[in-house]
């Protein structure tokens, strides 16, 4: 059996993150401090003392998460050896580090790059996203579908856990309908934008740039990315699909599902939180599952 590790995105972050690494582990604290200078403020002061309220910034949110889950397995030293890797949207910068296609300097100038570009597009096409719980994908992808307005699939989560995209308008609208057609519940997502729809399109455009100009290595091992759950050591193919995964559905439990099938017996998740934890298991109650 192989071992898998699992890198989240956005909505894992906690005040305090990261706190303990820093303190207890020498080479995550080169990290942070290296850190603290690309992103050009002390994003390490906020990761360890500051509230909700300001890790729930775009610009802080994204670099914080990408730092601890890269800090979690550096930590682990030789200990450390994927076999394959996953992230969860932002999560995939995360993972392409340490499956050593990207250095953590670009992958976090990357982020940060990603961050801005989308809390730009968020200003332009403003949009929101909900969760669509109890009903089959493709029930969802037709309802959307049929809708006069943006509202896309958007993570694949789990079996019954899809989140959509779009206008506010298209997202209303859409949870109606679904509820309507039997979903046992649709939940308004807390998000400051659509995002992994259409209405990224000014961040894909300007990501784009960003990705064609960083230097990307042959991974150690696979990466299962978001765009077509399907694994990849290519660094051009990688390039591409990290681009196109703004506007592009997470195929998360399309992922976990390939993972399983060429031989993922462990899913260990480095980074804040325990979110993909709950969702491997959901997918394969066969996986084992832990934290780095």
Not at 8 to 37: H, I, V
Not at 171 to 177: L, S
Not at 235 to 248: F, S
């Amino acid at each position: 059996m192989k071992s898998a590790y699992i890198f989240p995105g956005q909505g894992s972050q906690f005040p305090g993150m990261g706190k303990e690494l820093y303190e207890q582990e020498p080479t995550a604290r080169k990290l942070f401090d290296e850190a603290d200078e690309i992103i050009g403020f002390r994003i390490s002061d906020l990761m360890f003392n500051g509230s909700e309220q300001d890790l729930v910034r775009t610009n802080v949110t994204q670099p914080a998460i990408f730092i601890h889950s890269v800090a979690a397995v550096k930590a682990l030293g030789d200990h450390f050896s994927p076999e394959m890797v996953a992230g969860h949207s932002l999560g995939e910068f995360s993972a392409l580090v340490a499956n050593g296609a990207l250095s953590f300097g670009d992958g976090l100038r990357l982020v940060k790059e990603r961050a801005e570009a989308m809390q730009h597009a968020c200003e332009v096409n403003p949009g929101t996203m909900a969760a669509i719980l109890g009903m089959e994908d493709a029930q969802v992808e037709e309802i959307c579908a049929a809708i006069d307005d943006v509202v896309v699939p958007a993570n694949y989560n789990c079996p019954g856990q899809v989140v959509i995209s779009g206008t506010v308008t298209g997202i209303d609208t859409a949870c109606g309908k679904l509820t309507g057609a039997g979903a046992r519940r649709t939940v308004k997502l807390p998000v400051g934008g659509a995002f992994h729809s259409p209405l990224m399109e000014p961040a894909r455009e300007r990501l784009a740039v960003a990705i064609g100009n960083a230097e990307f290595s042959k991974p150690v091992c696979p990466v299962y990315q978001n765009v077509d759950a399907r694994p990849s050591i290519d660094p051009d193919i990688i390039r591409q699909h990290l681009v196109a995964q703004l506007t592009a559905p997470v195929r998360w439990t399309q992922s976990v599902e390939h993972m399983v099938a060429d031989g993922a017996g462990s899913f260990t998740e480095a980074g804040p939180g325990k979110v993909l934890q709950g969702l491997v298991r959901k997918i394969n109650r066969q996986a084992a599952v832990g934290s780095a």
